[in-house]
């Protein structure tokens, strides 16, 4: 079934594949398109749900965060007391945080191609990265190869259920970034993990990641443009947004559907 934008439903499970082509209309002109400001608030929520699931009332897990970044997130679960490595493409061209680049082992490239070591991870974290994948299926088995047993696969990924979507049609803020080219459902997602082999797949959808989806989508229905770097450019949007937060998170927990991310929790067979 053809969407808004070149968006592409399976019947079936709800997935979206999107036309990419050499450039999908309506995005901006590069991957990045965040608010540093914005991008510290939601690295600090997502370490407060990963602290929450995996890291108190226990042994610090190793981890393995695919497609880190800068490494903040690495530093902060390096300062916690877990041993880290990360793997990278480098599309955004973002410095790395020294710390990290010295004491964390990194790999460059495609958690496909990369010489992951095989059975070594309690954890691997894929935060808002597998809707950039082309392979899923490839990605899957990497990360299924690089945990031990009984260690677990985390994911936050932008949601192909979110009501967000059928309300702003092409101007939905997950389209904004050229280069997300697909997204999971509940159900997609489930069948992708355990086609690979994960057990316990569980999703959800949390209220607390990237809040600000529908009122930057408003502002991109309204005609705001896209641009270089898309909406967020704008100091005036990120004022106006820092305002408007209250209202959007009483939208969210009023309708939830409203909530653009899917959480996925998986893990690999095995362990005690």
Known sequence: MRGPRDLFRCDGCGHLLREVGEGPRGARG??????????????ALT?????????????????LDI???????????????????????????????????????????????????EGAFDLVLGIHLIEHVDDVRAFAR???????????????TPSADSAGLALFGGAWWNLEDPSHVRFFSAASVRRLLESEGFLRVRTASPAWDSVMVEVNSLWRWLGVGSGQHGVLSRGWVRALDLAALPCAMVARMLYRRLASSLEVIAEKGGGP
């Open 67 to 117: 497609g880190f970044g800068s490494g903040a997130l690495l530093r902060r679960l390096m300062d916690r007391g877990c041993a880290v490595a990360g793997v990278e493409k480098g599309m955004l061209g973002v410095a790395v945080d020294p710390v990290v680049r010295e004491r964390a082992r990194l790999f460059w490239g495609g958690i496909e191609d990369a010489a992951i070591p």
């Open 47 to 63: 370490m407060r749900r990963l602290d929450r699931l995996f890291l108190r009332g226990g042994p610090a897990p190793s981890v």
């Open 30 to 43: 590069h991957p990045w398109g965040g608010s540093l400001g914005f991008d510290g608030v939601r690295l």
């Open 142 to 156: 990497a990360c299924f190869r690089a945990l031990r047993p009984g260690g677990r696969l985390y994911v936050l």
